[in-house]
């Protein structure tokens, strides 16, 4: 099989990446070793930039997430006995919404399937060859176990955490940086309506806790947990126990109400970077280059702002052989990585309660001092709601 792009992960980076290149009539085929339905349906992010939000709407994807989703002013930081809004439009004049991965996913395999689009899931095998040339190809087998070749112009790497394309990059080719956060996030789903209008982001001794929801019926909310967590440990009231501790339930007369829980993970929380983000014809984009800890709600924005980079560079490659965007994508695209990385380490520290005394003061002081005045507030409201895709 011959095509121009292949994409490896049918996530929100390989099938935003596919759609873009699509628009501009470039011809990719995208391999994913899971099934459609566990692609849509994995409970993942809910937080959308405001630039992710202006580009979806750009190229015909804000549909359904500007009649179902749910724009946001801003955040609540807490801690006991106080409770502050930070209220990102008056501070940098952009907001964020609410809107689940599973939907994105969703809205992108919609669209791809309009499109024609080749998506072949449930393959294994894949893997990437002759990349340091300008022919490069992916083999993988197909889900009715056919061997497949498909030889291209270009291989982009969407394929997460534990694909191969990290590793298709050679060890003295690349560097790589991580950290191991000394804790996890238990998350849940509940089907109960949120008890609050925008989400909470609460320090408290016992640990940190954030609510979120996926709309005005269903709730998302993280409990800070050791990081090898047992779920077996954490029954259903022990963990609406500890989110009423921490979130503040009966603070001036603020109350959390359970609910049915449908879902629960434990999320290990860790950052890695990988430079540079290109080998030869092979790219990067999305959680294959970079992984975030949640706490500042970076991963899936980006993910999608790697692929609005990727695509204008790919296309002026194939059809202008111009390669100036494509030999700019690690170091445009890296700016944006290491602000958001150090932005999503800065939230994680500041919130998630550590077992050193002298640590909680320097948090509180630095929460204080964000919550209460204009510079500390308004460098988390640049941050949170996203900074402008390429800057
Ligand atoms: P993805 O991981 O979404 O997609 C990669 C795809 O590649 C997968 O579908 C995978 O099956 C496929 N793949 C892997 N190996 C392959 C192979 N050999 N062949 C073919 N396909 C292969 N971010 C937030 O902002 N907020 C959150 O609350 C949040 N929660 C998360 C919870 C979990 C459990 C995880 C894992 C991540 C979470 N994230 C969160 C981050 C997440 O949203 C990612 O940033 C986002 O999915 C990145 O998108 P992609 O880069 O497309 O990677
Ligand atoms: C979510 O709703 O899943 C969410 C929101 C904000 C975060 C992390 C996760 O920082």
């Not at 990385?341 to 520290?349: A, D, G, K, P």
């Amino acid at each position: 099989m011959r095509t121009e792009v292949v994409i490896i992960g049918a996530g929100p980076a390989g099938l935003l990446l596919s759609h873009l290149l699509g628009r501009e009539g470039i011809e990719s085929v995208v391999v994913e070793t899971r099934s459609r339905s566990h692609v849509e349906s994995r409970v993942r992010a809910g937080i959308l930039e405001s630039s992710t939000v202006e580009l979806l709407d750009a190229v015909g994807l804000g549909g359904r997430l500007r009649r179902e989703g749910d724009e946001h002013r801003g955040i609540h930081l807490q801690w006991p006995g106080e409770r502050h809004r930070l209220d990102f439009v008056d501070l940098v004049g952009r907001s964020v919404w609410v809107y689940g991965q599973t939907e994105l996913q969703k809205d992108l395999g919609r669209a791809r399937d309009v499109a024609g689009q080749q998506i072949h899931y449930e393959v294994t095998g894949t893997e990437v060859h002759d990349i340091d040339g300008d022919r490069p190809s992916v083999t993988f087998l197909d889900s009715d176990g056919t061997e497949v070749r498909v030889e291209a112009r270009a291989v982009v790497g969407c394929d997460g955490s534990f694909g191969p394309s990290r590793a298709a990059v050679p060890e003295k080719a690349k560097q790589t940086w991580g950290r191991a956060y000394p804790y996890a996030w238990l998350g849940v789903l509940a089907d109960v309506p949120p008890s609050t209008d925008e989400l909470i982001y609460a320090w408290h001794p016992h640990g940190f806790a954030l609510h979120s929801m996926r709309s005005a019926h269903v709730s998302r909310l993280y409990l800070q947990v050791p990081p090898d967590t047992d779920l077996a440990d954490w029954p259903n009231d022990r963990i609406w126990d500890e989110l009423a501790a921490r979130l503040g339930h009966g603070q001036d007369g603020w109350q959390l109400t359970p609910g049915p829980i449908t879902e629960k993970s434990v999320l290990p929380m860790r950052s890695f970077v990988m430079e540079p983000m290109r080998h030869g014809s092979l790219f990067l984009a999305g959680d294959a280059a970079h992984i975030v800890p949640p706490t500042g709600a970076k991963g899936l924005n980006l993910a999608v702002a790697d692929a609005a980079l990727l695509a204008p560079a790919l296309t002026a490659l194939l059809r202008e052989n111009d390669s100036r965007l494509a030999d700019a994508y690690s170091a445009t695209a890296l700016r944006r990585v290491w602000r958001c990385t150090h932005f999503s380490w800065w939230m994680t520290t500041m919130l998630h309660a550590s077992t050193d005394p002298f640590d909680a003061r320097l948090q509180q002081s630095q929460l204080r001092w964000v919550a209460t005045g204009q510079a500390g507030a308004t460098g988390l409201a640049e941050n949170y709601a996203g900074l402008p895709i390429g800057f």
